[in-house]
């Protein structure tokens, strides 16, 4: 993993994601934990997270913004307006800017943040998951306008302490919210039924879940891990009038397949519309 070129990361945001992302760059050893500084509203979250990581934590956004070279924003969409107003006028030059918050455009992030002295300020776009708990996450990067290859390579770098990275064009950023960001929520979707029907035909929940769990990561590994074709390694467990495929046949009579389709491109919809709304 590449040494980032920057001295000090700061976070405005110290939740779930912040968290995962502190995590995996120190596991990773990508910055040490003076390296780091962050803050989040809550003043319980903030001894969390001095306690939990040993990185300076810090009382207000400015002083994250006055000690960092890149600073990440993980605050909700709703909070990110008040936010950059109360930074813009002490950014300083060659500060970078980091973004996760879904659905609000680089260019929201520039025009939030540019002011008279820093007209063109650098932005990158990420869209991780919440697999980045377990450093298994996945995660877009796209550059805003101004930023540079080497701010791309240092999101490239953070997120790639935490699962995997794929760099896109930001026209795709609703595609990957909708298909990557949203998509551990199909899975668990899917995995509580698999649990209810489990119950369903004579297991307790608790030896539902375990079966369940067990068998959805080792189909998501052996699907990684086998070199076949996803539709292959189905046809190999579906033999014609077996049981699988009295399974399969119900989930195609109700056309199962067309309505994942349809949840991810309404999910993909969304993101748009949220997008015009400027957030
Ligand atoms: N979770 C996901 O699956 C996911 C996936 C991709 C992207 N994202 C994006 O990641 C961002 C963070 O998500 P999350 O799940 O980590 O949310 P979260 O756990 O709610 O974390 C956000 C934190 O920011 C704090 N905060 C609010 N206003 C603030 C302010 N003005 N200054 C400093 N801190 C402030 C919040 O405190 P309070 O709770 O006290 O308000 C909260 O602790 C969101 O923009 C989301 O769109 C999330």
Redesign the pocket.
Known sequence: MKTPAIQTLGF????????AIIRGILSKGLFKPQQIVA????GE?RDYLAKTFGIPVLSS?KEVLEKADAVL?????Q??V??MT?LRDHIRKDQLFLS?????RAATIEAGLASPQFPRPRVVRV????PALVGMGMAGISGGTNATEADVDLAQSIFSSVGKVIVIEEVQMDAM?ALS?SG?AYLFYVIESLIEAGVEIGFSAEESEEIVLQMVLGSAVLARESGKPVEELRRQVTSPGGTTAAGIAVLDAREVRDDFIAAVVAAEERGQQLGKLGR
């Open positions: 405005i945001g110290g939740g779930n994601m912040a968290e803050t989040d509203k809550s979250r956004n924003f993980a605050v909700k969409p909070n990110i008040d936010v109360d996760i918050l879904a659905g609000t869209m991780p998951n919440t919210t960001g551990p």
